[in-house]
T-cell receptor, first 113, second 112 residues
Framework: EAGVAQSPRYKIIEKRQSVAFWCNPISGHATLYWYQQILGQGPKLLIQFQNNGVVDDSQLPKDRFSAERLKGVDSTLKIQPAKLEDSAVYLC???????????FGPGTRLTVL | QKEVEQDPGPLSVPEGAIVSLNCTYSNSAFQYFMWYRQYSRKGPELLMYTYSSGNKEDGRFTAQVDKSSKYISLFIRDSQPSDSATYLCAMSGAGANSKLTFGKGITLSVRP
């Protein structure tokens, strides 16, 4: 069974630029999550999708971050414009709907200069 | 007070040692308790989860939950160099829309 795929793996941008990350969840997983993991901290949930609907985006900085999951499969997370404090690893996870059985992708490491 | 507190690290032990990793929490609504292992430049990998209080064993790993004390532990027996990684505790409620709350993680190094 293929795992959660993410791309790109690494991205370096300058502040005020925009960036987008892509996630392909495990086949059949209806629930998809985006997390932000700052160095030395645990992952923090940004947004949760159930199929193509948003379940929780309470911690998503909506003035600069946006996410979509068209057709209920792949998802993209966008940051526009980026700030220095957005430097982090962005993790995508998916599950069959059980919050306690999430499978994570390798993450995208973003550096904002 | 943070919802989930994890013992600070890093932790270095010799091969074969018994390792104890601990977390405390403040939210009484947490019902599921997870341990994730994260190797460098990889995503977290679910090691095991426990529902409510009690113990759960899987090979060299044992998870313990004490809800009365709001305290969870992960024990690693006969630690191996391949166990060197960051270990994250995570917790959630039982509702359909519950979310995971993670600890900061502790980096473990097992010396050959």
């Amino acid at each position: 069974e293929a795992g959660v795929a993410q791309s790109p793996r690494y991205k370096i941008i300058e502040k005020r630029q925009s960036v987008a990350f892509w996630c392909n969840p495990i086949s059949g997983h209806a629930t998809l999550y985006w997390y932000q993991q700052i160095l030395g901290q645990g992952p923090k949930l940004l947004i949760q999708f159930q199929n193509n609907g948003v379940v929780d985006d309470s911690q998503l900085p909506k003035d600069r971050f946006s996410a979509e999951r068209l057709k209920g499969v792949d998802s993209t997370l966008k940051i526009q414009p980026a700030k220095l404090e957005d430097s982090a690893v962005y993790l995508c996870a998916s599950s069959l709907g059980l919050v306690h059985e999430q499978f994570f992708g390798p993450g995208t490491r973003l550096t904002v200069l | 007070q943070k919802e989930v507190e994890q013992d600070p690290g890093p932790l270095s032990v010799p091969e074969g040692a018994i390792v104890s990793l601990n977390c405390t929490y403040s939210n009484s609504a947490f019902q599921y308790f997870m341990w994730y292992r994260q190797y460098s430049r990889k995503g977290p990998e679910l090691l095991m989860y426990t529902y409510s209080s009690g113990n759960k064993e899987d090979g060299r790993f044992t998870a313990q939950v004490d809800k009365s004390s709001k305290y969870i532990s992960l024990f690693i027996r006969d630690s191996q160099p391949s166990d060197s990684a960051t270990y994250l505790c995570a917790m959630s409620g039982a509702g359909a829309n519950s979310k995971l709350t993670f600890g900061k993680g502790i980096t473990l190094s097992v010396r050959p």
